[in-house]
């Protein structure tokens, strides 16, 4: 059995344990209240902008005019991969590196070994995971959480278009956490480039039908459209993402910790309790030593 002292230096430290993780999830719960807002806000007109976007992209036959569809052969792949500066959100990041790791093992196995396959990190989980093990990353924006606004993600969606307008890349996935709410969020690998056509849908008869396609009448012509609305459109579904990845971290530290102070909470009864069984020990220790002595002065 551990000695009182031994017992209060570690009463004393899960105490200061839990208040640290206490006031985490304050922090974290305040901050993931403007990140879900502005998620939410986002996501109705990212999904219908979305859906304008694949009608639109299926409506354009011209290979030249529809650019951002391209299909290529999947040989120059790029994998955006997003994750947090910071650590203490339970297994937020594990479970991106676990999933970009599957895929660059089977779904892109043969641009992984090509050497065709490239990475752009967001976060620095990601950047030192990926760095230290040696694999390509082309470009990491660790920094652009401290300020996430629709400029900076402008910025890198930009660069993003002109590389896969280039034929630099085939296509470009984007692996991140999308929010669901505080204690869920679900793991997800989304096509950015090329833009992906209007899923069938099957019906009652067993038929497929295309969901939701529309037939555009073109005003402005065809070449204005994908010079201003498709790029914005690209632009809108990555800020969507970053948006969702951010409201994430924060929603799994905001759990994390509110478990880790239960446990602390727990971890404190039980040492209470130790403690009191060893105080309690020792006092009947000290009496029996005393009643003993006692006895053998009478003697």
């Known amino acids: 059995m551990p000695s009182l002292k031994e017992v209060r230096i570690r009463i004393a430290s899960v105490k200061s344990t839990q208040q640290i993780t206490s006031a985490m999830k304050m922090v974290a719960a305040s901050k993931l ?23 639109l992209s299926a409506s354009i036959d011209s290979s030249a005019d529809n650019l951002y569809a391209r299909q290529g052969n999947s040989n120059k792949v790029l994998l955006i991969v997003l994750t947090s500066n910071r650590g203490l959100c339970g297994a937020f990041n594990s479970n991106v590196l676990k999933m970009t790791l599957s895929c660059i093992n089977e779904k892109y196995a043969t641009a992984s070994q090509q050497g065709t396959l490239s990475l752009m990190t967001i976060g620095k989980k ?21 300020n996430l606004t629709w400029d900076n993600a402008s910025v890198i969606a930009n660069g993003l278009m002109k590389s896969f ?8 996935d984007i692996i991140y956490n999308q929010f669901k709410n505080a204690a869920v969020q679900k793991l997800t690998v989304e096509q ?12 009652d008869a067993g038929k497929k039908v295309e969901s939701s396609k529309v037939d555009y009448i ?6 204005e459209i994908v010079t201003e609305l498709i790029p914005k459109s690209l632009k809108i579904q990555f800020y969507k993402a970053l948006l969702d990845s951010f409201a994430s971290e924060h929603g799994a530290r905001m759990t994390a910790m509110h478990q880790a102070t239960d446990n602390a909470r727990d971890l404190l009864r039980d040492l209470n309790l130790a403690y009191n069984k060893a105080r309690q020990a020792s006092i009947t220790k000290e009496i029996l030593e005393i009643v003993g002595g006692a006895e053998a002065l009478k003697g």
């Open 33 to 55: 209240r403007r990140a879900q807002n502005a998620i939410l806000k986002m996501r109705p007109y990212a999904a219908k902008l979305k859906e304008i976007l694949q009608n």
């Open 126 to 146: 990601g950047t030192e995971f990926f760095t230290k093990r040696g694999y390509n990353v082309v470009e990491s924006h660790d920094g652009i959480y401290d």
């Open 165 to 172: 307008a280039s034929g630099e890349y085939d296509r470009i």
């Open 192 to 203: 950015f480039l090329p833009v992906e056509a209007p899923k069938e849908e099957p019906t």
């Open 218 to 223: 073109f005003e402005p012509s065809q070449e």
